[in-house]
Protein backbone atom coordinates (compact mmCIF):
# COMPACT_ATOMS: atom_id res chain seq x y z
CA UNK A 1 0.00 0.00 0.00
CA UNK A 2 3.00 2.40 0.90
CA UNK A 3 4.49 2.00 -2.49
CA UNK A 4 1.29 2.42 -4.04
CA UNK A 5 0.28 5.35 -2.27
CA UNK A 6 4.17 6.97 -3.21
CA UNK A 7 3.92 6.05 -6.47
CA UNK A 8 0.64 8.21 -6.90
CA UNK A 9 1.74 10.97 -4.74
CA UNK A 10 4.53 11.48 -7.23
CA UNK A 11 2.93 10.96 -10.23
CA UNK A 12 0.53 13.93 -8.73
CA UNK A 13 3.82 16.10 -8.50
CA UNK A 14 5.16 15.61 -12.03
CA UNK A 15 2.01 16.40 -13.27
CA UNK A 16 1.06 19.01 -11.42
CA UNK A 17 4.12 20.67 -12.24
CA UNK A 18 5.27 19.12 -15.80
CA UNK A 19 1.85 19.25 -17.16
CA UNK A 20 -0.82 21.60 -15.32
CA UNK A 21 1.27 24.63 -14.01
CA UNK A 22 4.05 23.87 -16.68
CA UNK A 23 5.26 27.17 -17.26
CA UNK A 24 8.39 26.59 -19.64
CA UNK A 25 6.23 28.18 -22.80
CA UNK A 26 5.75 31.12 -20.90
CA UNK A 27 9.17 31.59 -20.03
CA UNK A 28 10.05 30.90 -23.75
CA UNK A 29 8.20 33.30 -25.31
CA UNK A 30 9.50 35.99 -22.97
CA UNK A 31 12.85 35.41 -23.59
CA UNK A 32 12.48 34.17 -27.24
CA UNK A 33 14.39 30.96 -26.87
CA UNK A 34 14.26 27.42 -26.24
CA UNK A 35 14.38 26.34 -22.71
CA UNK A 36 17.39 24.36 -23.21
CA UNK A 37 18.77 28.05 -24.09
CA UNK A 38 16.84 29.15 -20.48
CA UNK A 39 18.01 26.40 -18.59
CA UNK A 40 21.65 27.42 -19.40
CA UNK A 41 21.56 30.80 -19.27
CA UNK A 42 20.24 30.26 -15.04
CA UNK A 43 22.33 27.64 -14.34
CA UNK A 44 25.45 30.47 -15.19
CA UNK A 45 23.50 33.22 -13.50
CA UNK A 46 23.41 30.24 -10.85
CA UNK A 47 26.53 28.59 -10.46
CA UNK A 48 28.41 31.47 -11.86
CA UNK A 49 31.48 31.13 -14.33
CA UNK A 50 31.26 26.97 -15.43
CA UNK A 51 33.75 25.47 -18.06
CA UNK A 52 31.94 23.94 -21.24
CA UNK A 53 32.49 20.62 -19.68
CA UNK A 54 30.85 21.85 -16.32
CA UNK A 55 28.04 23.29 -18.44
CA UNK A 56 27.57 20.44 -20.76
CA UNK A 57 27.43 18.00 -17.49
CA UNK A 58 24.74 20.24 -15.72
CA UNK A 59 22.52 20.14 -19.11
CA UNK A 60 22.68 16.43 -19.66
CA UNK A 61 23.86 17.35 -23.55
CA UNK A 62 26.39 16.30 -25.63
CA UNK A 63 29.50 18.76 -26.34
CA UNK A 64 28.47 20.22 -29.89
CA UNK A 65 25.08 21.02 -28.53
CA UNK A 66 26.57 22.83 -25.97
CA UNK A 67 28.24 24.83 -27.99
CA UNK A 68 25.37 25.55 -30.59
CA UNK A 69 23.63 27.17 -26.79
CA UNK A 70 26.55 29.14 -25.92
CA UNK A 71 26.82 30.21 -29.19
CA UNK A 72 23.51 31.53 -29.15
CA UNK A 73 23.40 33.52 -25.74
CA UNK A 74 27.42 34.48 -26.86
CA UNK A 75 25.31 36.59 -29.98
CA UNK A 76 22.82 37.84 -27.80
CA UNK A 77 25.08 39.02 -25.46
CA UNK A 78 23.83 37.09 -22.41
CA UNK A 79 27.11 35.05 -21.68
CA UNK A 80 30.63 35.22 -22.59
CA UNK A 81 33.61 32.67 -23.35
CA UNK A 82 36.52 33.15 -21.85
CA UNK A 83 40.21 31.08 -21.83
CA UNK A 84 40.55 29.34 -18.63
CA UNK A 85 43.25 30.80 -17.18
CA UNK A 86 45.13 27.64 -16.32
CA UNK A 87 44.15 25.51 -19.03
CA UNK A 88 44.11 26.94 -22.52
CA UNK A 89 42.72 24.51 -24.25
CA UNK A 90 39.44 25.20 -21.69
CA UNK A 91 36.93 27.95 -22.64
CA UNK A 92 35.12 29.16 -19.41
CA UNK A 93 31.18 30.57 -19.72
CA UNK A 94 30.09 33.75 -17.58
CA UNK A 95 26.71 34.99 -17.58
CA UNK A 96 26.82 39.18 -18.91
CA UNK A 97 24.68 41.59 -16.64
CA UNK A 98 22.41 41.48 -19.85
CA UNK A 99 22.00 37.57 -18.96
CA UNK A 100 21.67 38.12 -15.30
CA UNK A 101 18.67 40.06 -15.75
CA UNK A 102 17.34 37.85 -18.63
CA UNK A 103 17.71 35.10 -15.75
CA UNK A 104 15.80 36.77 -13.06
CA UNK A 105 12.85 37.37 -15.54
CA UNK A 106 13.20 33.89 -16.41
CA UNK A 107 13.35 32.42 -12.31
CA UNK A 108 10.36 35.19 -11.83
CA UNK A 109 7.76 33.42 -14.32
CA UNK A 110 9.05 30.16 -13.59
CA UNK A 111 8.66 30.61 -9.65
CA UNK A 112 4.98 32.04 -9.42
CA UNK A 113 3.19 29.40 -7.63
CA UNK A 114 -0.28 28.06 -9.15
CA UNK A 115 -3.22 29.39 -8.22
CA UNK A 116 -4.28 25.77 -6.13
CA UNK A 117 -0.84 26.22 -4.38
CA UNK A 118 -1.91 29.68 -3.17
CA UNK A 119 -5.67 28.32 -2.64
CA UNK A 120 -4.41 26.17 0.41
CA UNK A 121 -5.20 26.98 3.69
CA UNK A 122 -2.37 28.24 5.36
CA UNK A 123 -1.45 25.12 7.50
CA UNK A 124 -1.47 22.70 4.43
CA UNK A 125 1.22 24.69 2.90
CA UNK A 126 2.81 24.58 5.87
CA UNK A 127 2.84 20.94 5.74
CA UNK A 128 3.69 20.39 2.30
CA UNK A 129 6.04 23.06 2.86
CA UNK A 130 7.41 21.07 5.75
CA UNK A 131 7.13 17.67 3.84
CA UNK A 132 9.13 18.71 0.83
CA UNK A 133 11.86 20.02 2.36
CA UNK A 134 12.14 16.82 3.71
CA UNK A 135 12.24 15.05 0.30
CA UNK A 136 14.46 17.91 -1.14
CA UNK A 137 16.99 16.46 2.51
CA UNK A 138 16.66 20.04 3.82
Same mark, same amino acid.
Given at each position: ??????????????????????????? !????????? &????? =? &???????????????????? &????????????? =????????????? =? !? &????????????????????????????????????????????????
Amino acid at each position: MTTQTASRAWQAMRSLVLEQHDRRAEV !CQALDMSFI &KVKAL =R &KLATYGPLTMRELTDMLATD &KPYTTLVVDFLED =RGLVERTRHPEDR =R !C &KIVSVTAQGAAEAAKADAIINVPPAPLLALPAQDLAELDRILGTLAGD
